[in-house]
């Protein structure tokens, strides 16, 4: 069915499973010895690459009655890989298992493709150096990575002043083989899902927080426990659901399952901020996550607003489709401290700033700022978007057909198989 100005967001709605918790559930249930579950793994190329990349490290990971189950290998015994450990688009697979590597006492050369090759490593493999394992990079910057892990790393103290969970888990997972105690402090919280589930299987990891820093302490003298996950609904998925409801009055939707983890979530805040009618309902804890159910019900349309540059961390994933929400409501609306978005899998906010251009809607970059002027007309689409297969950019601006006159082309949409492989499915089930 096709998705235009005269459609509506309606039904019950179930997201895809968490991208950040899957990569980092098997990665994490790969080092439990013993037998781990995993439920709902979002099964997109961005997750199986991290997958086959676990497998040959060593992990035994197979899929029975629509569950992986996995046997782990210790910290500290990795395998030897026999070949170059291929990431595909992902960098969140690339940097986390860059540290978990880091501090095992083999050789690995990781990569990518083409748009992952030019996406910036030094700030992680900076951190990994310290511990004493030797690394190479392309250009000095870019995947490739080589590195030649150490069996014997460095307990250090580290100072992260780059808001990024990646940094974070990277530098995390090499603490996994390093004897000691590591420190970590974070200048900006960000999403905490390694601390989370390394707490729920059992290793000694203390975290503290205050109004200006997060203090994570971690020592090894704990053995992860195996588990069983069920993978609660990924919120930057469901993002682009939650937005299309609350840019057409009228909508109705029910989310089920999804992710409440407070590194997550910016975004709602942000579309309540709007005027987005959004209800939290049975909030709960599972596995040291927060899940809950929401209720959709947009009666008006939404009114502009402001991110602050400290807001951005907890949604930088939700900016594309959040840009658009801002072209359909009424004011000015401004969003600071966008340089983090100029190094995701493309130039998001270039991308994001020629695409609403091209539709029909006044947008302007200052600095680092993006200005977006909104109204409730509908805009006069028809624009060929420009993507460079970024999957964000791709589903944000094919939800922008239900507020322009005439759809926009899309050439080439695979890369939504990265991230959301039941995107275009789950639209059908729900436009009305």
């Known amino acids: 069915m096709a998705i235009n100005s005269k459609k509506l967001i309606k039904g019950i709605y179930y997201p895809p499973g968490d991208k950040s918790i899957s990569h980092r559930s098997l990665i994490l249930t790969g080092q439990a010895v013993g037998r781990s579950e995993i439920s709902n793994l979002l099964e997109g190329e961005d997750v199986m690459n991290t997958l086959l990349v676990m497998r040959d490290l060593g992990a035994q990971i197979t899929k029975k009655n629509g569950k992986y189950i996995i046997f782990g290998l210790p910290p500290g015994a990795l395998f030897q890989p026999k070949k170059q450990l291929d990431f595909g688009n992902s960098g969140t697979g690339i940097r986390l298992l860059a540290g978990l590597i880091s501090s095992n006492n083999i050789k690995a050369t990781l990569k990518g493709d083409k748009s992952l ?38 307990p250090l103290s580290y100072d992260i002043k780059i808001p990024s969970a990646q940094i974070k888990s990277a530098i995390m997972l090499s603490a996994l083989n390093t004897n000691g105690i590591v420190k970590i402090k974070e200048f900006k919280s960000t999403r905490d899902h390694t601390e989370n589930m390394l707490k729920a299987m059992g290793y000694n990891i203390k975290v503290k927080e205050n109004s200006k820093y997060r203090f994570i302490e971690m ?51 942000t579309l309540k901020k709007m005027g987005g009618d959004i209800q939290i309902t049975n909030q709960r804890r599972v596995n040291n996550e927060f899940l809950a159910d929401l209720k959709i019900n947009q009666k008006k349309h939404l009114k502009s607003t402001i991110i602050k540059s400290e807001e951005v961390p907890t949604q930088v994933d939700e900016i594309p489709i ?23 899998e493309s130039n998001r906010l270039l991308l994001i700033h020629q695409n609403l251009k091209a539709m029909g809607v006044k947008s302007e970059i200052i600095d680092f700022d993006l200005h977006i002027h909104g109204d409730t007309n509908l805009k ?22 239900l507020i322009c006159e005439k759809p926009n082309k899309i050439k080439d949409k695979s890369s939504i198989k990265t991230s959301y492989p039941s995107f275009f499915k789950h639209i059908n089930k729900h436009i009305y």
């Open 219 to 269: 020592k090894n003298d704990k053995d992860l426990k195996p588990i069983k996950l069920n993978i609660p609904g990924d919120p930057s998925s469901a993002a682009f659901f939650i937005t299309a409801a609350c840019l057409k009055p009228g909508s109705k939707l029910i989310v089920k399952n999804m992710l409440f983890n407070k590194t997550r979530i910016g975004f709602l805040k």
């Open 380 to 401: 006069k689409g028809g624009a060929s978007i420009i993507h460079h297969h970024d999957h964000r950019i791709v589903m944000s601006f094919y939800i922008a057909n």
């Open 117 to 154: 090759s030019k996406r910036p490593m030094k700030r992680v493999t900076d951190h990994l150096k310290r511990i004493g394992a030797s690394i190479e990079l392309n250009k000095d910057s870019f995947p490739p990575i080589k590195i030649k892990g150490v069996g014997d790393a460095i």
């Open 322 to 344: 959040l840009s658009i929400a801002a072209s359909y409501a009424r004011g000015v609306s401004i969003f600071k401290g966008l340089e983090e978005l100029t190094v995701k």
